[in-house]
């Protein structure tokens, strides 16, 4: 019912810049999280359907934006002064509904195949 194809990951130096796309189809609240080897899949940003309302794991906070564009079908992680930490996959993610726990992956049913981003120092 939803798809979702993430891209634009790659390799960076600390302190460099990155931006993410999902292409994200339906009226859905979507999500980004990123899994590092050894770890568990952690929450990174999300965005209402709107774009009007966002939010940030304190990780990311002021470095990374979510935005999308609902006319391209398209949601975006803007990722500014990476640093080696960042270093994982990215995932999309998409509900059909706003919910507060937003932060949770168990809470989302669709989600897209990955993308790689690696911050070297």
């Known amino acids: 019912q939803v798809q979702l194809v993430e891209s634009g990951g790659g390799l960076v130096q600390a302190g460099g810049s990155l931006r993410l796309s999902c292409a994200a189809s339906?009226?859905?609240?979507n999500s980004w999280f990123r899994q590092a080897p050894g770890k568990e899949r952690e929450f990174v940003a999300a965005i209402r359907w709107s774009g009007s309302m966002t939010y940030y794991a304190d990780s990311v906070k002021g470095r990374f934006t979510i935005s999308r564009d609902n006319a391209k079908n398209m949601v975006y992680l803007q990722m500014n002064s990476l640093k080696p930490e960042d270093t994982a996959v990215y995932y999309c993610a998409a509900r059909w509904d706003y919910i507060s726990t937003y932060y949770y992956t168990k809470n989302y049913k669709y989600w897209g195949q990955g993308t790689q981003v690696t911050v070297s120092s």
């Open positions: 339906g009226r859905t609240f």
